[in-house]
């Protein structure tokens, strides 16, 4: 009897020992949100299918993510995949990403986390000085951009309705400025950032390529998060780390990386 009474008693404490355990993993789970994006050097790096290497953006929100207690995974998408994943709650975060009416019909947006500017690059041997006022101007010319990607309204309406002489999509923005040395487009738009660091990366390329100094957008860069992220409950403490993170040489720091 002694015996039976014993072994009930142990079965109950790892039954209970194993609830335990269940609900902490869980309660994990949970907290380990789902970072997801296509590879855009220097922001986002890595290989499409596989988690991202690193990056500003994915360096940043692991950090700020780890700051409110959460952990983060990571896995690189084709960039429409992305987005989607987000919208069907598939995902918790995207970033950097622009903030826009339609998508706040399925995201909630943190504060800026940092402001960067689109410029149109080409060939100096080819069209320096390149000079425009108006948007306009740039009509006659073949444009380089990638697909899907925003750079801002009165572009966005210019490409949607064809005004340039071309407009030829790259899968990248490697390709894209390989399309300028191969004459196959004019003009390229893309993030100065973006560009800058594919130059770093060749040295060959360091005098090619010239840019507008008047900015096409100053795209203000925020992390998107999917409603039913449980980050969302968080956002006012979340902004702020943001601004401390901006105040306090964290984001410099992690720019400073890349």
């Not at 801002?152 to 400025?177: R, S």
């Not at 893309?190 to 130059?199: K, S």
Request: proline share 3%; net charge positive; glycine share 6%.
């Amino acid at each position: 009897m002694y015996n039976k009474f014993v072994a009930v008693l142990v079965a109950i404490l790892v039954g209970w020992c194993l609830s335990c355990m269940s609900g902490v993993s869980a309660q994990e789970e949970r907290k380990k949100l789902l970072f997801v994006s296509d590879p855009w050097p220097p922001y986002i790096t890595g290989d499409l299918g596989r988690p991202a290497k690193g990056g500003v953006a994915v360096d940043f929100a692991r950090e700020l993510l780890q700051r409110l207690g959460f952990e983060m995974r990571s896995m690189l998408y084709p960039w429409k995949h992305s987005i989607n994943m987000i919208k069907t709650n598939a995902a918790d975060l995207i970033f950097p990403l622009i903030q826009n009416p339609e998508r706040d019909e399925f995201m909630t947006f943190s504060q800026t986390v940092f402001v960067s500017h689109d410029r149109i690059w080409f060939l100096k041997s080819k069209l320096e000085p390149l000079k425009w006022s108006r948007l306009s101007d740039l009509y006659g010319y073949r444009l380089g951009k990638i697909k899907g990607y925003s750079h801002g309204d009165e572009l966005d309406q210019a490409v949607e309705e064809n005004k340039f002489a071309a407009i030829v999509y790259g899968e990248n923005h490697l390709i894209n400025l390989t399309r300028l040395i191969d004459d196959e487009v004019d003009l390229v738009i893309a993030d100065e950032q973006v560009i800058q660091m594919i130059i770093r990366r060749n040295s060959d390329w360091r005098n090619l390529f010239g840019f507008t100094r008047k900015a096409i957008n100053k795209s203000q860069y925020k992390i998107g998060f999917a409603k039913d992220s449980p980050v969302t409950k968080h956002m006012d403490k979340l902004n702020q780390e943001i601004k401390r993170m901006r105040s306090d040489g964290s984001l410099r720091r992690i720019f400073s990386n890349y």
